[in-house]
């Protein structure tokens, strides 16, 4: 039952605007998991929010591939849930 570490995003990655949604409670965080050896995860962080890392253990941690999977999927059915209907064309004519 190891615990984990955030770091918040540095200044430079921010400007670029939406924050990335928490591996766990999908809150938008600038927080991102830290690795006490940070050459064995090179690119392997996931977003994490500060809540989340102080009740949460290493072991429950997604792997980036799982977590990216899991935003790609509750990203779509969000967009799927809240997209507007197309209404139909106004100036429709029946031809003969």
């Given amino acids: 039952m190891s615990k984990f570490f955030v770091e918040r995003e540095p200044r430079d990655v921010a400007v670029w605007g939406q924050q990335e949604r928490c591996c766990f409670c999908r809150a938008a965080t ?8 940070p050459c064995k995860v090179t690119g ?6 500060e809540a989340c890392a102080e009740r949460g253990h290493r072991e429950d941690l997604p ?14 059915s ?13 100036n429709t004519r029946s031809v003969r």
């Fill in 30 to 37: 600038t927080f991102w998991t830290l690795h006490p050896d």
């Fill in 44 to 49: 392997k962080s996931v977003a994490c929010c």
């Fill in 63 to 76: 792997t980036k591939e799982q977590w990216m999977r899991r935003e790609r999927i509750a990203d779509h």
């Fill in 78 to 90: 969000y967009a799927a849930q809240h997209q507007k209907p197309i209404p139909p064309p106004k």
